[in-house]
Structure formats: structure tokens, C-alpha cells
């Protein structure tokens, strides 16, 4: 499949050709829902045409683009392949972080305030399963996600649940400063990826978590339905929440499936969920993990920022308050509504073809690499006929 190559030392400009983007719509919501590129689409249509004709699907098939994809997001974030392994969505992974973490009456799970609800949902089942306590942290003003993390960790906490980025907003969390200080009180933890892994540098080296969640069809680009979970080496004999033929090992000998075996795949692989393959899907996720390869995510990095920053500086001409730019991500930017627009401000961004979010009180600006000067332009214009 072909893939856009960043020019070295040029930046990434002129990307809005790669994705399926009609000029007209101005498109700041990836931390929705991606846009799609060319390159997967084609994937998929190519993927729809062979499994449209089943005779030439080998057995070899059920696992080449697995493996292929299992290696592309463990090269995202430092990892090696056994330590991936392939989700449906970040409730998934959460579920077998919680099934492979024993909590005991009394402990502590630690989570954001406001928070991504499947991860929430998870924990408040696994605290009252064991009788644990769910230890929900709030930001006091002026205060960072990552200082009211540190301040609420201590050695009654048996786990650390914190996404790199807040969700609503962009607000980041020092994961490595949070990793430490989790290992210093002995809890463990566990990282939900889905708004940074493939626009913020991830490094499973540097941070030591237990467990990584991420979903593939916001900043990673890819199809729904292909999701990821990394699981440190000292969980990966732990015990996968159902049980697969594909997952035992000596699975690709289909005559001797009947065989029946104990021992799994290696590494994280026991993980995988049941119809991993996913004929359709697999290769428009791979297709989407090789462009950000071919991009480098420390160029996405620095294109996102800039589109982030401009917004910023433009929205707060008009009267409005954008995160502060030294506590957010750059690929997302948070900006605080006032009441008297928080209503109104989705429908006429959309009457002027401007789409975004609103999560909590502020409104989600997501862009990602189509996003050109007219589309900023676009939606300035918009907001500003709402403010006034």
C-alpha cells in the first residue's frame, strides 16, 4: 500500500491530499472519530474483494496480517511484538488488567476525575467485587492532572488508572513521574493511550506500565473495531479473559486443532480477542500504522502543535480561554465555553461545515494533518459569530 513520506527536515504540509476530506468541511474532531486515509480506504476495499472470493485465504492468512499489525503498534511505543496483543475496544483491555490484578478489601484504584467511562466502569466493578475503594482525584485551580495524582499516591492505592492525555480537554499527565511514584508505593499501573499513541511520543521504556490501552480509530487512524493492549513482561502468563483456539500455541496446524493444548501462544498473544483476524479490518489498520511510520510520529508531533498553537493564540483574540499550552498535549486543545454558548456552539459550527466536540465545559478541538490555514480560518470565523 502506498504511504506519504515526510520531506526530512521540511515538516508535514500538504497532507489534506492523503485523507478522504471534502474541501468544504472543516474537521478539528479526531479525538472522536479519525479521518480516514486514502490508503486504508483502498485497504479496505482490496480486503472486501478477497474476502469476497474465501478459496484463496490460507491458513497462513489467519496470521500474517496479525503479526504484521501486532509489530507496527509495538514499534509506536518501544515495544517488541509479545507484548501486544490485538483488542476490540479499551473496555477489553481494561477487563484483562482487572482480571489479572487481585485487589484486596481496603486498597485504593486511582482515577481522574470526569475521567473516560470505560475505564471507570471497570475499576467501580473490580473495587466493589473485592470490596476495594475507588479514589477518584480532582485538580485544584492551577493545580496539574500529574501534582493531583502524586498528591492522592500513596501506599493504600493498588492501582494507578490515568490516560497520558484528559479526554475532554488535552490535559496532560507525566505518566513517567506517575510510573515512579507507582512503583515507590508498589500499585500498579495501568495507561489509557487512545487520545495520545500516535500524536504524543510513548515510550513503555521510560514509563513501565503494567497495562496500555488504546483504541485504533482516533489517533492512530484506523478502522473501528482494532484495538491494542500492551502487557509488561511480568503479566504475560496471566490469565486471558476467554478462551480461543487461535491463542494455544500450534494453532497454525489446522489439521490438529483437536489436539487439544494447555500452553498458549507466547507472550501477550494469550490476550488476543476471539476472531482476531478480522479479514476486512486488519489491513486498514495496517495500512494506517505504516503511514504514521512513514510520517514519524515526532513529525506528527510537531505539525499537530503547530495547528494547536495557532488556534490557541486566535481563539483567545476572541475573549475565549484555551488550555494552557505547557499542560496540554499539542494535538488537542481544550478551550472553556461560557454558559451562554455551551449549547449553541456545535450546531453553528456545524451550520458553517466546522466539526468538533464538546466534553464537559470546554469545546474538543482535534485536528490531525488535513487540517490547512482555510480550515482554521473557517473556524475562527464560526466561533467569533457565536461570541458575539
Excluded at 472543516?26 to 486504508?40: D, G, I, K, R
Excluded at 515495544?79 to 482480571?99: E, H, K
Excluded at 513482561?233 to 493444548?261: C, K, M, Q, T
Aim: aromatic share 8%; glycine share 8%; hydrophobic share 45%.
Amino acid at each position: 500500500m502506498d504511504t506519504v513520506r515526510a520531506s526530512t527536515g521540511m515538516g508535514l504540509s500538504g497532507q489534506r491530499a492523503a485523507f478522504e476530506m471534502p474541501c468544504e468541511v472543516a474537521y478539528f474532531n479526531t479525538a472522536n472519530l479519525s479521518p480516514l486515509l486514502h490508503s486504508v480506504r483502498v485497504a479496505g476495499e482490496e480486503a472486501l474483494q478477497r474476502r469476497a472470493r474465501p478459496w484463496t485465504i490460507t491458513a497462513q492468512d489467519w496470521f500474517a496480517d496479525v503479526e504484521r499489525l501486532r509489530s507496527l503498534f509495538a514499534a509506536l511505543i518501544g515495544s517488541c511484538a509479545d507484548g501486544v496483543a490485538l483488542i476490540p475496544a479499551t473496555s477489553y483491555g481494561f477487563a484483562v488488567a482487572a482480571n489479572n490484578i487481585a485487589l484486596r478489601a481496603g486498597q485504593r484504584v486511582l482515577v481522574l476525575a470526569e475521567d473516560y467511562p470505560s475505564g471507570v466502569y471497570t475499576w467501580q466493578a473490580a473495587t466493589r467485587a473485592a470490596g476495594a475503594e475507588m479514589l477518584t482525584v480532582h485538580r485544584a485551580p492551577g493545580q496539574s492532572w500529574t501534582e493531583a495524582v502524586l498528591d492522592g499516591l500513596d501506599e493504600r492505592v493498588a492501582v494507578v488508572s490515568v490516560p497520558q492525555v484528559h479526554w475532554t480537554d488535552g490535559a496532560l499527565v507525566d505518566v513517567v513521574a506517575v510510573g515512579a511514584r507507582a512503583r515507590e508505593v508498589g500499585a500498579c499501573l495501568v495507561i489509557d493511550g487512545s487520545q495520545s499513541i500516535g500524536a504524543l511520543p510513548f515510550d513503555v521504556a521510560a514509563i513501565r506500565p503494567d497495562y496500555v490501552v488504546s483504541v485504533g480509530y482516533k489517533w492512530l487512524l484506523g478502522p473501528f473495531g482494532v484495538g491494542y493492549l500492551y502487557v509488561a513482561e511480568e503479566h504475560r502468563s496471566g490469565r486471558p479473559i476467554e478462551h480461543n483456539w487461535i491463542l494455544r500455541d500450534g494453532a497454525e496446524d489446522f489439521a490438529r486443532l483437536v489436539d487439544y493444548r494447555d500452553e498458549y501462544q507466547p507472550g501477550a498473544r494469550r490476550f488476543d480477542v476471539g476472531e482476531r483476524t478480522k479479514f476486512e479490518l486488519l489491513p486498514m489498520a495496517v495500512a494506517a500504522l505504516e503511514q504514521l511510520h512513514a510520517w514519524g510520529i515526532d513529525e506528527v508531533v510537531a505539525a499537530l502543535s503547530a495547528i494547536t498553537g495557532q488556534i490557541a493564540t486566535r481563539v483567545s483574540k476572541l475573549g475565549l480561554d484555551p488550555s494552557s499550552t505547557d499542560q496540554r498535549g499539542g494535538h488537542m486543545l481544550g478551550v472553556a465555553l461560557p454558559d451562554t454558548i455551551l449549547a449553541d456552539v456545535l450546531p453553528a459550527l456545524a451550520a458553517a461545515d466546522c466539526y468538533a466536540s464538546v466534553r464537559g465545559r470546554s469545546l474538543r478541538l482535534a485536528p490531525h494533518l488535513h487540517v490547512t490555514d482555510a480550515d482554521i480560518d473557517q473556524l475562527l470565523d464560526a466561533l467569533a459569530r457565536i461570541v458575539r
